[in-house]
């Protein structure tokens, strides 16, 4: 009767590990079917080809191929060498099509290098080799295979790893000439999806070097830590407008010049101390029509022209509520002498700012 109910348990573990295996390769395979369908979308279907989406597009798919032979080689028995070896040199290809991607969202008129190819060798190298590497050859050279297998390993995930820095150093280097009070809602956008993709590469990177200590970390880690990430990452470009948008948005033009002199009139010569500014008088000292004007303070300032204006006079306000040497003045005066035209545009103006009125912001300050 004991050895009945112990079968039965050994029955129902099994039944349990079959479950969980094949829960497993649900998991592990969905990532891989979305990031191939995402690349075959931006590579085929979406209205605006470009090259960066076509460089996604193909890291995608060259991700699925390491991916699935991750998944073959954690569920699969008797794995063919070509098949693992072949697997791995597709990350000797992701790491330049990464940089290429990231200097195509961060430069105007991007083109391929004409030395591309040279980066690629080593892919070619690793990838042919894989073709001779036999399951006879692997079994019958075992000290010979190991430090050819172990060898290979290390260069590869030291190659992705030199392309993941890379990536992330042409984004820093990009980002440093663009300050962010200057940076446009799409530029923006651009640095924050990049940031994510690269972080999303590095958690990638370490989960497989972690397959490494494969008694600490189970194999199938990897494929199930790309599934999170891929799924992730097809959210936040989606959200961001990552497809929509590339390089061009980095194109320079007038637009940075013109906000730098609506910058120099208003903040350094103080143009909003005149209670009578007004949009049309500010596109007329510059010369621009009053769409143009408002529209480079929105996009630069991220305020429209009233509250771009208002700004700077409400901190003007603030120091002289919160002086005492001013504590004399009347708000009405401080209210005139900083350009509002009425007390009542005042009060709304700062409490709008600010969340509280001037006389309480005044108070708070002397007391």
């Known amino acids: ?3 009945f109910f112990i079968n039965i348990l050994k029955f129902d573990k099994n039944i349990i590990l079959s479950f969980l295996e094949i829960l497993l390769i649900i998991v592990s395979s969905a990532g891989l079917l979305h990031g191939v369908l995402l690349a075959f979308y931006l590579c085929f279907f979406k209205k605006k080809k470009t090259l960066p989406n076509l460089l996604f597009g193909l890291i995608l798919i060259f991700m699925a191929f390491r991916i699935g032979k991750s998944v073959m080689m954690n569920f699969g028995n008797n794995l063919e060498p070509i098949f693992i070896f072949a697997g791995l040199a597709f990350l000797l290809l992701i790491g330049p099509l990464l940089k290429w991607y990231v200097l195509g969202m961060t430069h105007p008129n991007f083109k391929l290098p004409k030395n591309y190819v040279i980066e690629l060798i080593p892919f070619f190298i690793v990838f042919a080799s894989s ?3 036999t399951k006879e050859w ?3 050279n075992k000290k010979v295979a190991f430090i050819l297998f172990s060898s290979v390993l290390l260069f590869i ?3 992705f790893a030199f392309y993941i820095f890379l990536s992330w150093q042409s984004v820093q280097k990009v980002k440093r000439s663009h300050q962010i009070n200057t940076q446009t809602k799409s530029q923006k956008a651009i640095f924050n999806w990049l940031r994510m993709l690269i972080i999303g590469f590095v958690i990638i ?6 397959n490494i200590l494969d008694d600490a970390v189970p194999y199938v880690i990897g494929p199930i830590v790309y599934s999170l990430a891929v799924y992730f990452l097809s959210y936040k470009a989606f959200q961001l407008k990552a497809t929509d948008i590339d390089g061009e948005v980095f194109k320079e033009n007038d637009k940075a010049e013109l906000f730098s002199e609506i910058s120099k009139l208003v903040i350094i010569e103080k143009l909003y101390l005149e209670p009578d500014l007004s949009l049309s008088k500010l596109s007329k000292l510059i010369g621009q029509s009053t769409q143009k004007t408002s529209s480079v303070i929105n996009q630069y300032a991220k305020r429209n022209f009233n509250d771009f204006i208002n700004h700077y006079r409400i901190q003007d306000a603030k ?10 003045f009347t708000i009405s005066s401080i209210a005139f002498d900083t350009g509002f035209s009425s007390l009542s545009s005042f009060n709304s103006a700062f409490k709008k700012f600010e969340g509280t009125t001037p006389s309480s912001y005044r108070k708070n300050k002397l007391n």
């Open 319 to 328: 120091g002289m509520l919160s002086s005492i040497e001013s504590e004399k």
């Open 1 to 3: 009767m004991l050895s």
């Open 131 to 133: 073709l001779f590497i």
């Open 157 to 159: 995930y030291l190659h």
């Open 205 to 210: 990177w370490f989960s497989y070097v972690l």
């Open 138 to 140: 692997f079994e019958s």
